[in-house]
């Protein structure tokens, strides 16, 4: 995963990405937040839907159970 992080946080108009790990008996879980300028600049990232993250080979070794799920939410406020 720390291959497209570094490539999302290098991205125009991406604000932060963030990489969560929790270990749950033999299986590790990942979540990922990424902070954008707007939607435009994340989907020049993603790809056009915006739902189907740019993995590199490298780390979509690590997927269980087919696509990852992407859910997006606006952000409302903004510390500053």
Aim: overall charge negative; proline content about 6%.
């Amino acid at each position: 995963m720390d291959t497209t992080i570094r490539q999302c946080r290098a991205a125009p108009g991406n604000r932060g990405a963030y990489l969560l790990r929790r270990g749950e008996s033999d299986r590790t879980e990942f979540v990922t937040i990424t902070l954008w300028d707007s939607l435009a600049a994340m989907r020049a990232f993603t790809g056009e839907n915006g739902e189907q993250p740019p993995l590199s080979a490298d780390d979509a070794r690590f997927l269980i159970g087919g696509a990852p799920a992407v859910v997006h939410y606006e952000t409302i406020d903004w510390p500053g």
